[in-house]
């Protein structure tokens, strides 16, 4: 049985950093494509980074780059997605996701596995 935790959300204020980690097991992480993606209370889910096995480079949407950084530790079954300068508008809750089939993008929509989700609020 795969599953997927994420650790490490929190209330931050404004600039200020955090270190999400998901610990993957079940599953080597041998899959098409690993990401992080947020939901914003309203908002529909969208993605963060995300890995694709195929290309070993983080992708980023323009809003977050240069501010969030995604990584993985093979040997631990690890990912983690560093956030620096925390804006009020990166509220949300934060998951992430394996896709085991595609390996196409960082869209939600091919992941297939997710996990439960990490709550990041960032207020003064």
């Known amino acids: 049985q795969l599953q997927l935790v994420e650790s490490g959300g929190g209330l931050v204020q404004p600039g200020g950093s955090l270190r999400l980690s998901c610990a993957v097991s079940?599953?080597?992480?041998?899959?098409?494509?690993v990401g992080w993606f947020r939901q914003a209370p309203g908002k529909e889910r969208e993605g963060v980074s995300c890995?694709?096995?195929?290309?070993?480079?983080?992708y980023y949407p323009d809003s977050i780059k240069g501010r969030f950084a995604m990584s993985r530790d093979a040997a631990n079954n690890t990912v983690y997605l560093q956030l620096n300068r925390l804006k009020p508008e990166d509220t949300a809750v934060y998951y992430c996701?394996?896709?085991?089939?595609?390996?196409?993008?960082?869209?939600?929509?091919?992941?297939?596995?997710w996990g439960q989700g990490t709550q990041v609020t960032v207020s003064s």
């Open positions: 079940g599953f080597t992480l041998d899959y098409k494509a």
């Open positions: 996701a394996v896709d085991s089939r595609y390996g196409v993008g960082c869209s939600p929509l091919v992941y297939d596995y």
């Open positions: 890995i694709i096995s195929s290309d070993s480079s983080p």
